[in-house]
């Protein structure tokens, strides 16, 4: 019969998988602390750290396939901008927080896509026209 996987095992999967999805250190802590609405995740049984693993997996198979709460073509959009752009998940992050004031991309709504899709078409025509002045 095999047994159960140990609480440590999964704790450390469950921050491997979040440091995946968000990245190593504190933005992993926060995805945990957010998707379980606790103050503090220590202590928990093996069974809570499961199905924090389970969740942490679920999400990361829906990642790029699912729009947050935008239309599909303005999220495949805005992930063609951000690969355009060479934006990482940290950079991705931080402009939703000081240029939409949203938390996080699931707050992502059509209104805010469109200022998204903006802000990001705006950073690239900018880029284009530093790379020509630079070219001269």
């Not at 440590?8 to 379980?36: N, S």
Request: glycine letters at 8%.
């Amino acid at each position: 019969m095999p047994s159960e996987p140990s609480v440590a095992v999964l704790r450390r999967k469950a921050f491997v998988l979040a440091g995946q999805l968000v990245g190593k250190g504190e933005p992993a802590y926060q995805l945990l602390h957010d998707l379980t609405g606790m103050t503090s995740i220590s202590g928990q049984p093996a069974s809570f750290w499961g199905g924090l693993v389970d969740q942490l997996r679920s999400i990361e198979h829906r990642k790029d396939r699912e729009a947050p709460g935008c239309t599909v073509r303005q999220w495949d959009y805005i992930q063609a901008l951000r690969q355009q752009l060479g934006m990482d998940e940290a950079h991705w992050r931080n402009f939703l927080k000081k240029q939409l004031k949203i938390d996080h991309q699931r707050f992502l709504t059509v209104s805010k896509a469109r200022g998204a899709i903006a802000a990001l078409t705006r950073m690239k025509a900018a880029r284009g026209t530093q790379c020509e002045s630079t070219q001269l």
